[in-house]
């Protein structure tokens, strides 16, 4: 590794979305405000939030740019790292197909709460169903996403 470039990568729970990548320099906005880091950079964690657009950029000047729905990000003078809850390529993010997920999720979401309303009757003491949850999550993070897009255009 030279002393211009250092290690990035990108984790969810899911995937590995950057396997260790050699690059020259990350953007981000963590909780405290938009910074850059470059090789040898101060320490430092910081809560990033919904919504971030996480950028490097590796030697060869090609530039990568990632949507991040929440997580930290760890830059220490060699590597930077970022834990997200859900991140997808900026690339990637389709309009269209972020519509038809909102869709079928508020479908799902709908047949979930009127099961859950039938077995609320049968059995009051029943709480709102797991599944309802993550459904509202994944309609959340479409909705967000979407707004992101809009505002890029």
């Known amino acids: ?6 290690v990035f990568t990108l984790v969810t729970p899911e995937e590995r979305l950057v396997k260790p990548t050699q690059v020259i320099s990350v953007n981000a906005q963590g909780k405290e405000g938009a910074f850059t880091a470059l090789p040898g950079h101060t320490p430092f964690l910081t809560p990033i939030l919904d919504g971030t657009v996480v950028k490097y950029v590796t030697p060869d000047n090609r530039v990568e740019e990632f949507y991040v729905d929440a997580g930290i990000i760890e830059v220490l003078p060699d590597r930077v790292s970022v834990l997200a809850e859900a991140a997808v390529r900026e690339s990637e993010l389709d309009p269209e197909k972020l519509a038809r997920e909102i869709k079928e999720a508020e479908r799902r979401r709908e047949a979930s709460r009127l099961l859950a309303e039938a077995d609320m009757k049968r059995d009051p003491s029943r709480k709102k169903p797991v599944a309802e949850t993550d459904l509202e999550l ?5 909705v967000r996403r979407l707004k992101h897009i809009d505002k890029k255009r």
């Open 138 to 142: 994944q309609i959340s993070r479409a």
């Open 1 to 6: 590794m030279s002393d211009k470039n250092f």
